[in-house]
């Protein structure tokens, strides 16, 4: 069994498939209102349950980490199990919302299903494959990482028009249907991918006995401002890319560009997914990896800057340098966002080695948790406590509000820059 092995049969491909469904978490905004209308609940209300989907995805990252340590087989069939009874159970509550409108039961239990128990599916499913790709491809990590992580990405721009079909065609409570098909198709996805998934053969697990340090003994191995930089770089890449991200829909309609908004949407999932593989692969080349993220604040500061320089949001409509340089905007920060992601583990990997990564990696994710709660918010506060609504071909429109949240991701991207360049010290002993 040992000589059948393959890199790409037991890490790239379980790594994809296991990325590729829980991914599909981020085709929220497909089907929020159609919950919402379907159960009898506003948009807002239902909406806290992708905020507790990934605030849980980041805890139980951070605390069942350990358990991805000690054994992918069991954390991947955990996050086999979870996500699509997740999703099933999604399902079920829609579908008792819509016989029994306005439900306290339903919107409660679509949070428990949709953000805790999938949530517990997203946090281990995304740990499970990230040290295996990096023990199988161990010159080249971040490449690895990146395509698994470009998984995650590109699941949205693969299911969206799938699902969009789906609600389009199921008919009657199509909503809830799609959750139960869905939640088939993506336990065999995963579950196949749990099949699939081996550490190399040649790869020897330290035993409690020998492993030496804990998580946080190795942590402290280095200065704590070093680790404290990593996870406030994480955190804050993530909480400036969700505030754009949210919002990308309404200034994307701001600049007159409504009739191309779904064609858009692709376009900016296609940047997320090729940052996570693109800046990931590129730092293997790189001396430092935390020379990346230094590479994607300044591209978003500058970005940012000349879009808040031209009011390019406000101003756009009609005028395409404006237009294409919000367009720009929001590609930078969509591959950026990706990047930040796929560097993440390779870049803790270097500073603190291989032999609790998943453990460290998992605490790290604790930064998305909480990202996944700010972000998002941080913007819907600034959309609806600054400018002013309006109508634009009949959509209602805050093209200021939204300009406004730009002033507060470009001094959060200048704060993350200065992090990456004084707390976050290269190796002294280089890449390991």
């Not at 491909?13 to 990325?19: E, F, G, R, S």
């Not at 919302?97 to 306290?104: D, F």
Request: with cysteine; net charge positive.
């Amino acid at each position: 069994m040992k000589s059948k092995q393959n890199k790409w049969v037991n890490a790239a491909i379980p790594a994809l498939l296991l990325h590729c469904s829980i991914g599909t978490v981020y085709c929220w905004s497909i089907f929020s209102q159609e919950i919402a209308d379907y159960i009898g609940f506003s948009k807002g209300a239902t909406e806290w349950a992708f905020s507790f989907a990934i605030f849980f995805l980041g805890m139980s990252a951070a605390f069942l980490g350990n358990i991805v340590e000690k054994d992918i087989h069991k954390s991947s069939l955990i996050a086999s199990i979870c996500f699509a009874c997740g999703m099933a159970g999604t399902g079920f509550f829609i579908y008792y919302g819509g016989t029994h409108q306005h439900s306290p039961l339903a919107l409660i239990g679509i949070y428990i299903c949709y953000g805790f128990i999938m949530g517990v599916g997203l946090g281990t499913g995304y740990l499970s494959p990230v040290k295996t790709l990096m023990l199988w491809f161990e010159d080249r990590k971040g490449l690895a990482t990146g395509l698994a992580v470009a998984g995650f990405g590109a699941a949205k721009a693969i299911a969206s028009p799938i699902m969009q079909a789906m609600l389009d065609n199921l008919g009657e409570g199509g909503i809830y249907k799609m959750f139960l098909i869905l939640s088939v198709v993506y336990f065999i996805m995963m579950f196949a991918g749990h099949l699939l998934l081996h550490k190399p053969a040649t790869w020897h697990e330290p035993k409690k006995a020998e492993k030496g340090k804990g998580m946080m003994d190795v942590i402290k191995s280095r200065p704590i401002t070093n680790y404290i930089g990593i996870w406030l770089m994480f955190y804050i890449n993530i909480t400036c890319g969700l505030a754009l991200i949210s919002q990308e829909k309404m200034i994307v309609k701001c600049i007159g560009l409504a009739g191309a908004a779904g064609v858009i949407a692709t376009v900016s999932a296609v940047f997320n997914a090729g940052g996570r593989l693109g800046f990931s692969a590129w730092a293997d080349k790189m001396k430092d990896r935390n020379t990346i993220y230094k590479l994607i604040f300044i591209l978003s500061i500058a970005f940012t800057a000349i879009v808040m320089v031209t009011g390019g949001i406000k101003n756009g409509e009609g005028n395409t340098v404006l237009v294409i340089l919000v367009l720009g905007l929001i590609f930078v920060v969509n591959a950026g966002y990706g990047g930040g992601f796929s560097n993440v583990p390779t870049l803790l990997s270097d500073h603190y080695g291989m032999g609790n990564i998943s453990a460290i990696h998992g605490l790290t994710l604790s930064a998305w948790a909480i990202a996944g709660l700010t972000g998002n918010q941080m913007a819907n506060w600034i959309v609806d406590h600054t400018g002013e609504f309006m109508d634009v071909h009949g959509i209602s429109v805050n093209p200021t509000g939204y300009q406004n949240v730009l002033y507060v991701t470009i001094v959060l991207y200048i704060v993350a820059l200065l992090i990456s360049l004084f707390l976050v010290r290269a190796p002294k002993d280089g890449k390991k």
